[in-house]
């Protein structure tokens, strides 16, 4: 459909009309768009004048483009929200109405070294949980774990079978409060890009996060890898 001329730029309605598209259905997730050629004949307007409104939908992670592939158009997130607020990935999982699952990869229990002791902060710290996973999402692998806990806040543990390690935590007495993240994204990991089946241009992001309870003890050192086609986080920042 030609695209019909009103008093914005051209290039801004080719955005609107493309975004119409996606929400009517006629293009969806994963789908490869036509040419750019194909596509500029279509609505009518310039290549120039599409490859800019190309440019500004990549930035929007509505579509990607995959150098001599074609283009495509993006998974809408699974969860999205402020990284400030702390969930389990049980409950993001949830929150997109999205059923939660577990691929267990390991359980282990490994004798702390003294990068351990130092990141949790107890000099007679012996023996450590070490839970490896991938979590799901109806099915689909979307997150993969690596999750690290003192043995000594769960005396106990023989093997982990809840998918929440906050509520295995919490149902020993060790209540999660708060963490302290880092952020980093990653464009391919050759052995976690693998387990989570992501194609070869798509993104991960990595949170690397130390979480504490209301006294202050670090009690769970978490690596997360998240799918960035399938989760998105904002940060509400303040002037100061």
Known sequence: MVIKADHRPLYLQVIDKMKSDIEAGIYEAGDRLPSEFELSKQLGISRATLREALRILEDENIIIRRHGVGTFI???????????????????????????????????????????????????????????RVRTADGEPVVYCLDKIPKTYLPNYESHHEQSIFDTLEKAGTAISYAITQIEPVGFHEKVSEILSCEPESALLVLRQMHFDEEERPILYSINYFRADKFKFHVLRKRV
């Open 74 to 132: 993006c998974s809408k997130p699974l969860f999205s929200s402020g990284i400030e607020e702390l969930f389990s990935i049980t409950e993001m999982i949830k929150r997109g109405n999205q059923e939660p699952g577990t691929i267990f990869l390991s359980s282990n229990i490994e004798t702390a070294c003294k990068d351990d002791w130092d990141r949790f902060e107890l000099d007679e710290l012996e023996e450590l949980i070490v839970v490896e």
